[in-house]
Structure formats: structure tokens, C-alpha cells
């Protein structure tokens, strides 16, 4: 199995990623921290209860040096280390570079994607400062797994690095956590071929889904003109092999969560509040990707065409706020909050309002409770690398076989065969979908759950982390056994 080849030998693992898994605060002079939220951190804090790593990451802000002392020890006690950026730098870089640049396009919103040389030179700098920070870290025969579109650089300033100092037995893997584009978008990029040589240093790159793979491999034939298979790239007179691994999550902490008594109470309280009224559920970090502004046209679209629903569902959005630094997500909230309004105006009443509205982060057990109260989870993302939200629904409704009404646009509608799958543009497609999921029989949700559970518990997020590394290994073993003849 993928345990057994990742734990057969003593390779150390450094993981890194531009978010540390960590929140850190202080009260006085003492500091704390707690794990931040988001998809990677809690995937990467499955695998890391199946297999000992280093977790090197930036702790998002500057801190001062007495700070940075106390930080650091309390960093080095949970096996992570901090990669400090100046605050110019970190801006130009995390809001510029990765959140203005990268992060549209790859998600084909190139009209948002704003080009600047300050941003680019602030990402090689970031880029740069990792790679310098990696070097008091790693030691020759470990395993390095870089992640996301905020490093993509690394792997070959990285290498360079390692390279110069004899280090040659480091083994170096990348995954991106967000869609790759087609090659005819990924083109406009100015600095594309940068982007692309910057993780061909590695020996294994990962995707979400075949797709995205295929995408990166046609971008390397037709930007650097390399030779590629369907798993490899030939680059430098090194085989670079490129590979597909679904993330998931650990479903575990769901079913566990929803036997605490805090869970329990809050979930019979829903329960009254909700009794004779359906419940949609929808969990978001607010960012365009995710197209809240479609599901609360569809919503409205469909208590327009279904009137015998007005009064009887409810929508409840939770809008994790996100990188409100960006124009982009400014405007978005601005967009949403008036569409809300909207909505509300038009069919509420005294007794009833159709969608209730947060736009902040909730606590796990109130998500849990929210999940497991939900008829159906609606998920309308305009393009998502994975989307967890799904998996997440699905590990809480053990209970109620909700339906999973999901766009084809996330990476999860590869995998999550049971589901209703829409085209979020489609608002007739996605109404008729609400419609059909609020009126779905029950042994046919029962028989929908049952697949979607079964893959959810299968692939969890320490499979993808140890298949990830058990394949990072496997392409290694062959290299090596190559060089050797
Ligand atoms: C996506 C990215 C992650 C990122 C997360 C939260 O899932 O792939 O790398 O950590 O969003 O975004 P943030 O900008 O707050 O780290």
C-alpha cells in the first residue's frame, strides 16, 4: 500500500508552503498559536499524524527580532520553521504576484490579471528567501515536497543551491492545489517560461486532476518546446515526472465531532429553528473562484419559477472572508452583500428571510452542525483546484444523506460520482437541480451517499499525502538505479 512504501525507509520529510498551518497571537508578551483553517493546512495535518516532517512556511507578518525569538521556539516545538519576509515584500509577492497574477489566471479570470515587474521581482525575492531558509533545514537524502502556485520558483532555486553545496541526494516534489489552465491561457503569462523551469527542477509534480496535468504538460511542449510522455517531461536531460493525486480530508474529525455534546446540542437547536423548512448549505471563502454571485442568482431564479418553496427553504451562506487586501475581493463583497439584499427584499418576510448571510469564519463544531442540519450542499465555483467543501458535506450527513448538488468546474467533480453535477453559468440548470435534490426520494439518497461516502473515507487526505511521497520515492529509486548504469 502507499503507507507501507512511504514508511520503509528513514528519508526525513520537509514540507513547505507559503502559510505556515499556524495562526500566531499574542496576549502581552506571551505567544500562542492555534491551526489556521484552509485546505492544504488541514490536509497536510492528516498526513503529518501518519509520518514525522518539518513544516517550513511563512508566519504571516514580519514580527520583530525579540518576537521572532519566542516564535521561533514555539515554532521548532511543533517541527516548523519560519520563513520571514519584509513586509513590502511579502505584500508585493503574496497579494501581488500569487493572489493578482497567478491565482486569476490559473483560475481563467485573466480580464483580473494586473502584470507589474514589482510584483514579479517580489516573488523571485519570496522565492529566493525560501530557498536560502531551506538550507539550514535540509540535509542530503531528504525528501522536500514543495506546495502551490506561491513557490514556483523553488524547486529550481532550490536546487541550484543545494546543487553548489554537493547536495545531490536531495529529492525535491511539487503539487499544485489549484487548477492548471489550458496552455492558449496559460500563454499570456509574460513570464511563463520562468514559471514553467521553475518547477521542472523537481522530480515529481502533482495535480489534482488529469486534466490539469495535461494542460501543464502541453504548456511545456508548446512554450519550451520540451518533449513530453502523458506522466513525464523531458527537461534539462532529466526525466521529470508529472502525476495525478486527488486531496481529500480526514473525515474522521467530522464523524467525531458530530458526537460531541457541543455538536449534538447545537444540531437539535437547527433542528427547531429549521423544523418544516428545508436548508440549503453553503460554505465559501469569498473569492471570485467560487461563484456566490451564480448561487444567489439561482437561488432567486428558483424561488421565482418555484413559488411553492417561497417560505420553505432556506439558503445559508457562510463567506469566510479572504484576502480582503486584493481590489478584486473587495469588490466581490460589495457584489454579494447588494445580491443578498436583494433576495432578502424580494421574497422575505416578517416571518421568513431565504438566505441567511455570514460573512465571517464560524467555529468547527457551528460548521458541523451547519453541515449535518443541511438538506443539500450547493457548490457553484466558477473553477476550483479541488474543493473540499464537498468532501466535508458528505463526511458530516451520515445521519440525513443530503444531497450534493456540485458545478463541474471544481476538481472534485472528477471523483464524486453521486452528486448532481451543474454548469454554475446555467441558472435554469442550477434551479432545476435545487428542485430535483429537495424532492430527490430517499432511497435514492441513500444510494448517491453511499458512493460519495465510500470514496470520501477512502481517500482521505493522508492517502494523497502518502501517495504523493510513496510516488516521489518510487520515481527516485529509478533515477537513481539509472545513474548508477
Ligand atoms: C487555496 C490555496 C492555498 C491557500 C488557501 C487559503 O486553497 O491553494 O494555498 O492557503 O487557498 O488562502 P490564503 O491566501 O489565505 O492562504
Not at 209 to 218: C, E, G, I, Q
Not at 238 to 249: A, E, K, L, N, S
Not at 350 to 376: G, N
Not at 464 to 476: A, D, H, N, Q, T
Amino acid at each position: 500500500s502507499a503507507s507501507d512504501d512511504a514508511g520503509s525507509d528513514q528519508a526525513r520529510l520537509i514540507v513547505v508552503s507559503n502559510r505556515l498551518p499556524v495562526t500566531l497571537s499574542r496576549s502581552g508578551s506571551e505567544w500562542t498559536f492555534k491551526l489556521s483553517s484552509g485546505g492544504l493546512v488541514s490536509a497536510l495535518s492528516g498526513l503529518k499524524r501518519e509520518m514525522s516532517f518539518t513544516w517550513v512556511g511563512w508566519p504571516g507578518s514580519d514580527f520583530g527580532s525579540d518576537d521572532r525569538r519566542k516564535i521561533n521556539s514555539l515554532l521548532q516545538e511543533n517541527s516548523c520553521s519560519a520563513v520571514y519576509l519584509d513586509d513590502e515584500t511579502a505584500e508585493l509577492y503574496y497579494n501581488g504576484f500569487a493572489n493578482s497574477i497567478l491565482w486569476p489566471l490559473f483560475h481563467y479570470h485573466s480580464g483580473e490579471m494586473i502584470f507589474e515587474e514589482a510584483a514579479w521581482d517580489a516573488y523571485q525575492r519570496a522565492n529566493a528567501a525560501f530557498a536560502n531558509a531551506l538550507l539550514d533545514v535540509v540535509k542530503d537524502g531528504d525528501l522536500v515536497w514543495i506546495q502551490d502556485y506561491h513557490l514556483m520558483l523553488l524547486p529550481r532555486m532550490l536546487r541550484q543551491l543545494l546543487d553548489a553545496r554537493g547536495l545531490r541526494r536531495v529529492k525535491i516534489g511539487w503539487f499544485l492545489h489549484t487548477p492548471f489552465p489550458s496552455s492558449e491561457l496559460y500563454r499570456i503569462l509574460p513570464v511563463r517560461s520562468e514559471i514553467l523551469e521553475g518547477v521542472l527542477s523537481a522530480d515529481l509534480l502533482g495535480f489534482h486532476t488529469h486534466d490539469y496535468a495535461r494542460h501543464f504538460l502541453s504548456s511545456c511542449t508548446r512554450i519550451l518546446g520540451l518533449t513530453t510522455t502523458t506522466s513525464a517531461v523531458e527537461s534539462d536531460g532529466r526525466m521529470v515526472h508529472v502525476g495525478t493525486f486527488p486531496i481529500g480530508i480526514e473525515p474522521g474529525q467530522f464523524v467525531d465531532a458530530l458526537q460531541t455534546e457541543v455538536v449534538k446540542d447545537r444540531l437539535a437547536e437547527f433542528e427547531r429553528k429549521f423544523e418544516g423548512t428545508k436548508v440549503i448549505v453553503g460554505v465559501d471563502r469569498l473569492d471570485y473562484i467560487k461563484g456566490v454571485p451564480q448561487k444567489l442568482l439561482a437561488f432567486e431564479h428558483f424561488l421565482a419559477t418555484h413559488p411553492e418553496y417561497v417560505g420553505r427553504v432556506v439558503l445559508v451562506q457562510v463567506a469566510v472572508p479572504s484576502r480582503g487586501d486584493v481590489e478584486e475581493y473587495r469588490q466581490l463583497i460589495a457584489n454579494v452583500y447588494e445580491l443578498v439584499g436583494r433576495v432578502n427584499g424580494r421574497f422575505g418576510t416578517v416571518e421568513y428571510t431565504p438566505i441567511h448571510f455570514m460573512h465571517k469564519s464560524v467555529t468547527f463544531p457551528e460548521l458541523v452542525s451547519l453541515y449535518a442540519v443541511a438538506d443539500v450542499c450547493l457548490i457553484t465555483s466558477t473553477r476550483d483546484g479541488m474543493n473540499l467543501v464537498s468532501y466535508e458535506y458528505v463526511a458530516s450527513q451520515q445521519q440525513r444523506h443530503g444531497v450534493l448538488v456540485l458545478s463541474e468546474f471544481t476538481g472534485a467533480a472528477q471523483s464524486l460520482n453521486g452528486a448532481i453535477m451543474i454548469n454554475s453559468w446555467n441558472m435554469e440548470e442550477v434551479s432545476d437541480a435545487l428542485h430535483q435534490a429537495l424532492s430527490m426520494p430517499a432511497e435514492q439518497r441513500e444510494a448517491n451517499f453511499n458512493k460519495l461516502h465510500r470514496y470520501v473515507t477512502k481517500h482521505t487526505a493522508a492517502y494523497w499525502g502518502l501517495s504523493f511521497i510513496g510516488e516521489l520515492k518510487r520515481v527516485s529509486r529509478e533515477a537513481d538505479e539509472l545513474a548508477q548504469l
